[in-house]
């Protein structure tokens, strides 16, 4: 959910320059985290000189920002399984599995979140943009008369989700996915 | 619901040291947040040697997991308002007090969880005693005949609680006391 397909990003040198970086960022991050992301390893990991990475994205911060930035312009939608709580079920095993790979790009995104305010800055505006689209879920649902048009899509999408954020990231516990489809179907049935 | 009463904590010089001392990193947190706390602004405050503060804390993070610990033993319990609803609501309105208080030392206690291992733990046992408290409202609905007695515990205020820190510690978004009022309710219709 977090990091974008940037394969198919058309364009010529400046664009596979991006791609190549933004590639080795998350690698770095897979592998090391945030606390053992730094430039110079970025350089090494794309071939891309140093100076280039001081010039255009200035500080590691500037890296993540730009990370979190190119995954929010890709084509990401909710998957269609025909149901309300289908679906949520579906967007909660996406979280699921972003959060529990180890390791975790989205949690050494959220750990930036907490180092500055650039980061912060950008996975807030990441996150709006993703609960924005993931209410197609809701308004799908209501195009099917499953549930009333004046359902609250945010209530609905946190109810589903946040459970399993607040497991994993703040209380820093395991979350079966059993657990975690259980909380969408709390969601579902809260607005049935 | 962070920080517990110490004023009322039983002991000698050392006692009080420990109390000034804490009670001067709350205050220095909730005006100016982890970032701004330093060992020296703690010793200007409490009237208490730098040199103890070392000896002692050794290091602000050292500071932080001791006013956890300081918390996490005083006689918090959740209010007893005769219903799961209503005990689910009391809860969630005093995280909601918590975390919306500017600035909040729960939010400063979070930040710091993602810069130290030693806060990270200290916060981990923080709240699974917590949790574990709270789940008296659960234990209480259960014996007045109110929900199933095989109802899952943390599942009920998960449901509860998570999407408020999700909201606001995550998605750093504003939550109102009606919604969180609303997702006590969704919880407690979870489980009827």
Known sequence: ????????????????????V?????????????????????????GVHRTTLYRRWKTVAGL????LEAGADDSWEPADTGSL???????????????TTRPSITQAMIAASFRTTDAADALTRFWEDRYARTALVVSRAVARGEIPSDTDAHQ????????LYH??????????????????????????
Do not use: C, F, K
Request: hydrophobic share 45%; proline share 3%.
């Open 156 to 163: 609905v999408l946190l109810t589903a989700t946040a459970p």
């Open 22 to 46: 933004l590639a080795a960022v998350e690698s770095e991050l897979a592998e090391h985290g945030y606390d053992g992301l730094t430039i110079g390893a970025v350089a090494a990991r794309s």
């Open 1 to 20: 959910m977090i990091a974008g397909d940037r394969a198919s990003r058309p364009g010529g040198r400046t664009a596979r320059v991006r791609s190549d």
């Open 64 to 67: 993540l920002v730009d990370l």
């Open 167 to 192: 497991q994993v990231i703040l209380l820093r516990q395991p979350m079966s996915r059993d657990q975690a489809d259980r909380h969408a179907r709390i969601a579902a049935a809260s607005v049935r």
């Open 85 to 99: 709580e289908g679906d949520l079920i579906a967007v909660n095993r996406e979280i699921h599995a972003a959060l």
